[in-house]
């Protein structure tokens, strides 16, 4: 625990100054930027004007590009075993053709956006009509390729008939580009809609283990005031002073934890060992603390101030409920993946001291399963022999 004594001095020290590493970047001055990061935002900007910036837009230019190579491939497959002209004679001619299909398609890819507000059915619908006129239109530009804009000698007359049939030609591929970038925008909306109920999720589950953190406090606050209070009567008043002293500081250094953010399993056991130094002034020749804590789960990540509440049950209940000398331990243990943390006292406890499962023991359980959710475990109950044990299980991480 040398490692957790060193970063315990480094929070007191920090307190002392007044905090001052909190203060870093809350001026409200930006920053200096670098001529690289400079570089890096117009060059960025330069890129968003050729590529489209938005992910949705870029991914249907994408989508359109692989379609239309694909079409291109077929049609010149389909050339080369139907037609008889050569293939460079009617690669020109194609490629145009490919070409205005795809801005067709993506014409028809803003309508079908303009509709995502409407139900499905509407939506494939209007698909469907936008399809049948997107396919006669491209008929159409098709015969004028061949017969007006770079005529080809053997090529027939225009007719209804075979207007009709190069309609149907084009409407199987249309139609296999509207119910693909429908599904696209399908799959879009459902994925926005999952990121829109994790969002919604991950707020309410920050609300309420701060909820749950917030309850710490006024129900440590109310517990310290109290022995305060009975230092005073019993005419200890340099004692209160100190106990008063030590409560600041505890606060002070709790005021940077964020109730969402873990900090590290050797910073809690500061915060804890400050906690303590209150209750030692009360409980000088009474409580004994042991603090058994691998140095390779020092780094481990938990919730801040999850140990409070158990280790100040332990101190009203197992010392405040003891006339014999009282051991607190704290232990954590690996096991497989998970960390395994015990709190537990040799106090001997009579029925009114019992700590049953009140705010403090009920708050580490909540903010356990909003943390975990079932992978965390949450045990409370007597030792053989003398005294209480609190086991909590989780999944290990690092930070």
């Not at 909306?189 to 953190?213: K, P, S, T, Y």
Request: with cysteine; net charge positive; glycine share 8%.
């Amino acid at each position: 625990m040398r490692g957790c004594s060193a970063k315990r001095r480094d929070v007191q020290s920090a307190v002392l100054k007044g905090g001052t590493a909190l203060g870093d970047g809350m001026d409200g001055n930006p920053p200096p930027q670098s001529v690289d990061g400079v570089e890096n935002q117009v060059g960025t900007r330069l890129k968003s004007g050729l590529w489209p910036a938005d992910p949705e837009r870029r991914s249907t230019l994408q989508i359109v590009l692989l379609f239309w190579a694909v079409t291109f491939a077929i049609l010149n497959l389909r050339g080369a075993l139907v037609e008889e002209l050569t293939l460079l004679q009617l690669l020109p001619r194609r490629f145009l053709i490919t070409a205005f299909g795809a801005l067709l398609c993506l014409w028809s890819s803003v309508i079908l956006v303009c509709l995502r507000g409407w139900s499905f059915k509407k939506q494939i619908v209007t698909g469907l009509l936008v399809t049948v006129i997107i396919s006669a239109v491209q008929s159409v530009f098709h015969l004028l390729a061949y017969r007006v804009i770079d005529p080809l000698p053997t090529a027939t007359p225009v007719t209804l008939n075979l207007l009709g049939q190069w309609t149907i030609f084009w409407f199987g591929y249309f139609l296999a580009w509207t119910g693909t970038f429908l599904a696209f925008l399908r799959h879009r909306d459902l994925q926005h809609q999952e990121r829109n109920l994790a969002a919604v999720h991950n707020l309410a589950n920050e609300a309420q283990i701060m909820a749950l953190r917030y309850q710490i406090n006024p129900h440590f606050l109310f517990n310290t005031l109290n022995s305060i209070s009975a230092l005073v009567l019993d005419g200890r008043r340099d004692d209160a002073e100190q106990m008063l002293l030590n409560l600041a500081e505890f606060f002070r250094a709790t005021l940077s934890l964020e109730g969402f953010n873990k900090v590290t399993l050797c910073r809690e056991i500061a915060m804890q060992k400050l906690y303590l130094e209150i209750e030692q002034v009360r409980f000088s020749n009474r409580m004994f603390i042991r603090i058994d804590v691998p140095a390779e789960l020092q780094d481990v990540a938990i919730p801040p101030l999850l140990l409070q509440p158990l280790i100040e049950n332990a101190v009203r209940h197992g010392v405040g409920g003891s006339r014999e000398q009282t051991q607190i331990t704290v232990k954590a243990r690996r096991e497989r993946d998970n960390l395994r943390i015990d709190v537990e006292d040799d106090g001997e406890m009579t029925l009114e001291t019992f700590p049953g499962t009140g705010t403090g023991l009920a708050n580490v359980e909540r903010r356990l399963k909003a943390h975990y959710g079932a992978a965390a475990k949450f045990s409370a109950h007597r030792r053989h022999g003398a005294g209480f044990r609190v086991t909590l299980t989780f999944p290990l991480e690092r930070l």
